[in-house]
């Protein structure tokens, strides 16, 4: 498993998703934009990144997950200030 296969992964199962991928060992940080999240609760944005990478929480091959979710127009204000990961 690479960071490349959890961007995949990821933007098979969220629609039009711009996904940023960093792995340390079997950690995750990922970043994720849709407009699949547009209206919908943080929860509920995490629940739909967890249920791509359900199988390799679950096998163990992928130990922890940390996300940061948002609309395109959430995005473009996040890079205004900088974001360290894109």
Same mark, same amino acid.
């Given at each position: 498993?690479?960071?490349?296969?959890?961007?995949?992964?990821?933007?098979? !199962?969220?629609?039009?998703?711009?996904?940023?991928?960093?792995?340390? &060992?079997?950690?995750? %940080?990922? =970043?994720?934009?849709? *407009?699949?999240?547009? !209206?919908?609760?943080?929860?509920?944005k995490q629940?739909?990144?967890? &249920?791509?990478?359900? %199988?390799? =929480?679950?096998?163990? *091959?992928l130990h922890?997950?940390?996300?940061?979710?948002?609309?395109?127009?959430?995005?473009?204000?996040?890079?205004?200030?900088?974001?360290?990961?894109?």
């Open positions: 498993m690479d960071a490349s296969d959890i961007k995949t992964l990821i933007e098979n !199962g969220i629609e039009n998703a711009e996904v940023h991928v960093q792995l340390d &060992g079997n950690k995750c %940080h990922a =970043i994720v934009v849709s *407009e699949a999240f547009d !209206g919908v609760r943080s929860v509920k629940q739909m990144v967890y &249920g791509c990478l359900n %199988h390799l =929480i679950s096998s163990g *091959e922890a997950v940390t996300m940061q979710t948002h609309t395109p127009e959430e995005w473009e204000q996040q890079k205004k200030f900088g974001n360290p990961i894109a």
